[in-house]
């Protein structure tokens, strides 16, 4: 077979086995060669637990621990296997490349495959840790769903990504032609914004964090750090002021009562990292987003200090959590890792072209290439080293 991508909507609906095992081999080697240029701290993770493992910021900090740190890891996603002819979604060919590279390397893996959510998952989990030994010292939540069931009444919340109140307009362009659209979000109802606070919010991360102190599997000093995003005041309507941005802000009221915990049971801390916005699978749905991380990536690659996933958590990895040191936090105990994105100097240039922009000019003021690769690699497309004019014979393997 001769894969392509298939996008509808700004949607991809494939990924390209050999692509996606690329990507992975390619972020292993960036970590292998930041790691022969530091020093070794004298606290670094030992056995890592990656709830949202597959993609992103989660995959990243997987390798990071493993490849950076050789820390032994159990990751967990929810993923659609791929079959001898249809494609499995690109977490499943990134975690079978992971378990793959840490197996030839002599670290101990485990990757479970199904809902993270559920009290099921956790006992999985538990028996896993006590299987290979040990016990977490690091706990990394990074997952994204648009559902959830709650564990203890079974009622199914679903996440929507809306503004609160009044409908958002906002311009993006279609990834494939490059052509200016506009989207329209609606205004989200209080029900919504409440499901998907039950969704997105803290509430699930500090289940798990409970659930493990329980079992008696977190280290003396364990730490455990949950994702979010700030971004732009151009996006606050759509994202932080919106549905998604109450449940992260819920999220971060949890590190705080996580951070208590924490400190009486094992004398651990909870944090949340504040990280750069990227392109996502999801992203290119949302208004506003696509145009504002074109110019974006514009212009950071022109001061050089552009970052994708891997490069943001090798930074919060070796200059925030493990430093030998306290971690260096904000005045709301907040880790900043987005400080370069959202350096003035940069957040004033983006505000002064964004209303220039037209389908006529995006290429030249926006980096329209750099989204689209980027776009097309977390699906394993356009990744360096890989022949797309070469037959994959099965679409169940790597």
């Given at each position: 077979m001769i894969i392509k991508p298939l996008i509808r909507s700004n949607i991809c609906l494939n990924a390209h086995p050999v692509g996606c095992g690329k990507e992975v081999e390619n972020q292993i080697n960036y970590v292998r060669a930041q790691a022969q240029k530091r020093s070794t701290p004298k606290e670094k993770?030992?056995?890592?637990?990656?709830?949202?493992c597959s993609t992103?910021?989660?995959?990243?900090?997987?390798?990071?621990?493993?490849f950076e740190?050789?820390?032994?890891?159990?990751?967990?996603?929810?993923?659609?296997?791929?079959?001898?002819?249809?494609?499995?979604?690109?977490?499943?060919?990134?975690?079978?490349?992971?378990?793959?590279a840490a197996t030839a390397a002599g670290l101990k893996?485990?990757?479970?495959?199904?809902?993270?959510?559920?009290?099921?998952?956790?006992q999985k989990v538990i028996d896993a840790i006590k299987e290979m030994g040990g016990s977490f010292d690091l706990i990394i939540y990074s997952l994204a769903s648009p559902v959830r069931t709650d564990p203890v009444t079974g009622e199914l919340y679903r996440s929507v990504l809306k503004p609160l109140g009044e409908s958002y307009v906002g311009n993006s362009f279609d990834i494939a032609s490059g052509k200016l659209c506009t989207i329209t979000a609606e205004g989200a109802n209080a029900e919504e914004a409440r499901q998907t606070v039950k969704v997105m919010g803290g509430e699930d991360w500090e289940l798990w964090i409970s659930k493990l102190s329980e079992a008696g599997v977190l280290s003396k000093g364990c730490k455990t750090v949950a994702y979010s995003y700030i971004g732009p005041d151009l996006s606050h309507a759509i994202y932080r002021d919106g549905t998604i941005g109450g449940a992260k802000k819920h999220l971060e009221q949890t590190s705080n009562k996580l951070n208590v915990l924490l400190q009486q049971k094992v004398g651990g801390e909870a944090f949340v990292s504040i990280n750069?916005?990227?392109?996502?699978?999801?992203?290119?749905?949302?208004?506003?987003?696509?145009?504002?991380?074109?110019?974006?990536?514009?212009?950071?690659?022109?001061?050089?200090?552009?970052e994708g996933c891997i490069e943001q958590i090798d930074r919060?990895?070796?200059?925030?959590?493990?430093?030998?040191?306290?971690?260096?936090?904000?005045?709301?105990?907040?880790?900043r890792i987005d400080e370069?994105?959202?350096?003035?100097?940069?957040?004033?240039?983006?505000?002064?072209?964004?209303?220039?922009?037209?389908?006529?000019?995006?290429?030249?003021?926006?980096?329209?290439?750099?989204?689209?690769?980027?776009?097309?690699?977390?699906?394993?497309?356009?990744?360096?080293?890989?022949?797309?004019?070469a037959d994959v014979p099965r679409m169940d393997t790597i």
């Amino acid at each position: 077979m001769i894969i392509k991508p298939l996008i509808r909507s700004n949607i991809c609906l494939n990924a390209h086995p050999v692509g996606c095992g690329k990507e992975v081999e390619n972020q292993i080697n960036y970590v292998r060669a930041q790691a022969q240029k530091r020093s070794t701290p004298k606290e670094k993770p030992k056995t890592v637990l990656v709830l949202g493992c597959s993609t992103g910021y989660g995959l990243a900090s997987r390798i990071t621990a493993a490849f950076e740190f050789g820390a032994n890891t159990i990751g967990v996603s929810f993923e659609k296997e791929g079959t001898e002819v249809k494609s499995g979604t690109p977490g499943w060919y990134n975690n079978m490349a992971f378990d793959r590279a840490a197996t030839a390397a002599g670290l101990k893996t485990i990757t479970l495959n199904g809902d993270a959510f559920s009290n099921a998952m956790r006992q999985k989990v538990i028996d896993a840790i006590k299987e290979m030994g040990g016990s977490f010292d690091l706990i990394i939540y990074s997952l994204a769903s648009p559902v959830r069931t709650d564990p203890v009444t079974g009622e199914l919340y679903r996440s929507v990504l809306k503004p609160l109140g009044e409908s958002y307009v906002g311009n993006s362009f279609d990834i494939a032609s490059g052509k200016l659209c506009t989207i329209t979000a609606e205004g989200a109802n209080a029900e919504e914004a409440r499901q998907t606070v039950k969704v997105m919010g803290g509430e699930d991360w500090e289940l798990w964090i409970s659930k493990l102190s329980e079992a008696g599997v977190l280290s003396k000093g364990c730490k455990t750090v949950a994702y979010s995003y700030i971004g732009p005041d151009l996006s606050h309507a759509i994202y932080r002021d919106g549905t998604i941005g109450g449940a992260k802000k819920h999220l971060e009221q949890t590190s705080n009562k996580l951070n208590v915990l924490l400190q009486q049971k094992v004398g651990g801390e909870a944090f949340v990292s504040i990280n750069k916005g990227l392109v996502t699978r999801s992203s290119g749905v949302i208004p506003v987003i696509p145009l504002y991380l074109s110019l974006l990536f514009k212009i950071m690659k022109a001061k050089r200090t552009h970052e994708g996933c891997i490069e943001q958590i090798d930074r919060l990895f070796a200059e925030r959590l493990y430093t030998d040191g306290p971690v260096p936090v904000d005045e709301k105990r907040l880790i900043r890792i987005d400080e370069l994105e959202m350096d003035p100097e940069v957040q004033n240039e983006v505000a002064r072209l964004m209303p220039s922009v037209t389908e006529e000019n995006l290429g030249k003021l926006g980096d329209l290439e750099g989204y689209r690769h980027d776009f097309l690699a977390i699906n394993g497309f356009d990744v360096k080293g890989v022949d797309y004019t070469a037959d994959v014979p099965r679409m169940d393997t790597i």
